[in-house]
């Protein structure tokens, strides 16, 4: 038997690969970056497992668990089970499908994921450039209840897919959107369309589920909405774009034009109102509590911008045995006052007539009128008249108030005797200005009261012709919508504060208003004596005669052309009457005798007047002593 031997070349060849292999190793061993990334795939792969862990406590479902569709095998069904719980029917029989319906008012589409409104059209009207009006398209709008079920699920209504059936009760359209667990078990939104009217029943209920819905924890109902562009000016129409509400037991109030987050208590309704047109959820019973916010869009007014503020509604919910159980109303169409007005919900708040006085104006008196003239005048012509009446009703006030000037002037260079014989002493200066003025019977007061009992109507006037609704897309003259500016140019480049384009309606209220002022700061500049240390009041006033109509110019070039209308004509008028009061009524001669036979009366001071000369004595008595004392 040949003896083995050891092979040197062998153990050479051995000793090479080992060699080779222990340089390959340390050739190959990882980096200090691949060491950190291992261990931050070996802590991620810790928390994924975490994660995976906590899952099955609550599942949070994602809209891609919704998609399987109709027609799903056991497979399928076994896990969306696994996914979904109880509500693995609804995405069994999900269909990505639109119910569309008509009304003489409305062409609406329902979805059938999230069971929601998807497109709301108002047959009756158009924009600014003659495209139909939508409230809701494109997912401006999104309506959703967040809740948990029993098996430790947080589902949103939004990604599932409801049922669609729609039949009739007498005239009236019902369209119902069942979110199903089984065909006896289902959450329900159920919409009743009238033929002819805006209030769109809604209730949201549900049956069966008060073993599947976990009532211990929160639920909430989330009611998003864009509004859409539907005006010429978009930073006009922003102004009257806000969130308007009833609350804490029938108040009504609103967020204003500024971006806004408020908490509300015993809310009866939430409406998303724009300039002329508003979505309005309302409950029978009110909602304990809710977070409303709105948020301004529009960056750069000078952009062609698509929407004008965002809005949202945060409503919690409680069920009822278990149920879901909302009865509510939906309110999608115009800011008309008397549509508004006729549901007796207090929705009529909507429209901006103004608080306190300026809205009973609007309410019983400027409204009333207007609806009168528009229902046989164009209009225009009807604004024009409204104005020629309430300027001649308010006539005996620019008479009191322009009498009261003439005697001011009268009495001027005896005033200025005064001041100047008692230029050392101011008290008794003003004491025998007073005496003389009470005599007479001419008082400054006498020309600032009737200028005052013309503001509340000046004011209310000023909120009425933006917010009346008729007036939209009603032409006259030149204006194409009196509810919009006018154009009569437009400009290659944007002036700040002013726009793009001029209008001329606001040019000619400029006009006459600079003519008033002149008419009306002459006298006023005469009849006001200069006192020493004082501001010369007759600058200031020639000051607001130049500053008044540029401030006009600049401000109501992007308003309603109705309002610069207004204005102009109002203007014109009152130059009229001033003119014929000058000239034809007040003669400054019999003005003067007058004032004469005054002064050779016995005057009675008022309770007023003997209080302030009391006050007046009393403080030049102390005066008196402080400089005794000094001495």
């Not at 995405?91 to 999230?114: C, R, Y």
């Not at 977070?291 to 929407?307: P, Q």
């Not at 009569?488 to 600079?514: D, K, N, Q, R």
């Not at 006023?524 to 008044?548: A, H, L, R, T, V």
Request: aromatic residues 12%; charged residues 25%; glycine residues 6%.
């Amino acid at each position: 038997m040949e003896e083995k031997k050891l092979d040197t070349n062998s153990i050479i060849g051995f000793a090479l690969i080992f060699g080779i292999m222990i340089y390959m190793f340390w050739q190959n061993q990882p980096t200090p970056e691949e060491i950190e990334a291992q261990e931050k795939a070996k802590q991620e792969q810790i928390e994924a497992e975490q994660k995976a862990k906590a899952d099955k406590q609550t599942l949070v479902t994602t809209p891609e668990d919704f998609t399987v569709g109709k027609g799903a095998d056991s497979l399928q069904m076994v896990q969306l089970k696994n996914k979904l719980g109880a509500f693995a029917y609804a995405a069994a029989n999900a269909a990505d499908e639109e119910t569309t319906i008509e009304t003489d008012v409305f062409q609406l589409k329902f979805k059938n994921k999230g069971g929601f409104l998807s497109e709301v059209k108002l047959k009756q009207f158009v924009d600014y450039d003659s495209v139909p009006i939508y409230i809701i398209k494109d997912q401006n709008a999104a309506f959703n209840i967040n809740f948990g079920t029993t098996d430790s699920r947080i589902l949103n209504t939004q990604d599932l897919y409801f049922t669609p059936s729609v039949s009739k009760n007498g005239d009236n359209t019902i369209v119902s959107m069942k979110l199903k667990v089984s065909e006896s078990k289902f959450l329900e939104y159920r919409y009743e369309l009238k033929p002819d009217d805006y209030m769109i029943d809604f209730s949201i209920k549900s049956q069966g589920l008060n073993d599947v819905i976990n009532s211990s924890q929160s639920i909430n109902l989330d009611w998003k909405l864009k509004g859409y562009r539907h005006a010429k000016s978009i930073s006009y129409e922003n102004r009257y774009t806000d969130i308007h509400y009833e609350h804490d037991g029938g108040n009504a109030d609103y967020t204003g034009a500024r971006d806004s987050e408020e908490a509300l208590n015993d809310v009866v309704w939430i409406g998303y109102k724009q300039h002329f047109f508003s979505s309005v959820l309302l409950t029978d019973i009110p909602f304990k509590t809710a977070k409303i916010t709105a948020e301004n869009l529009v960056e750069d007014e000078e952009i062609d911008t698509v929407y004008t503020k965002m809005f949202t509604s945060k409503i919690p919910l409680e069920l009822k045995g278990g149920e879901f159980n909302e009865s509510m109303d939906w309110y999608i169409g115009p800011n008309d006052f008397e549509i508004l007005n006729n549901y007796d919900r207090n929705l009529d708040e909507i429209v901006p007539f103004g608080w306190g006085i300026f809205g009973l104006i609007n309410r019983y008196i400027f409204m009333p009128l207007f609806a009168f003239l528009g229902g046989f005048l164009p209009y225009g012509i009807a604004i024009v008249v409204m104005t020629i009446l309430v300027k001649i009703l308010l006539s005996f006030v620019q008479y009191k108030q322009f009498l009261s000037q003439a005697k001011m002037k009268i009495l001027k260079p005896e005033l200025d005797a005064i001041r100047e014989k008692y230029k050392d002493n101011k008290m008794k200066a003003q004491q025998e200005t007073m005496a003389l003025q009470t005599k007479a019977g001419a008082s400054p007061l006498s020309g600032c009261l009737p200028a005052l009992i013309q503001l509340p109507v000046f004011y209310a006037l000023f909120q009425f012709f933006p917010s009346a609704f008729d007036l939209r897309q009603k032409s006259f003259l030149w204006a194409e919508d009196l509810s919009s500016y006018d154009t009569i140019a437009e400009l290659p480049f944007h002036i700040p504060f002013y726009g793009s384009h001029v209008s001329l309606f606001p040019i000619l209220a400029s006009i006459a208003i600079f003519f008033y002022m002149k008419l009306t700061t002459g006298q006023n500049i005469q009849s006001q004596p200069q006192q020493e240390g004082m501001p010369d009041m007759g600058k200031m006033m020639k000051y607001m005669m130049y500053f008044s109509p540029i401030m006009m110019l600049f401000f109501f070039n992007n308003y309603a052309s109705g309002l610069s209308l207004y204005y102009f004509i109002s203007n014109l008028i009152s130059i009229g009457i001033i003119l014929v009061i000058k000239n034809y009524i007040l003669d400054e001669d019999k003005i003067h005798a007058q004032i004469q036979e005054n002064k050779k009366k016995p005057k009675k001071q008022s309770k007023f007047q003997t209080k302030m000369k009391q006050m007046m004595e009393q403080a030049e008595q102390q005066k008196q002593m402080q400089q005794k004392r000094k001495k």
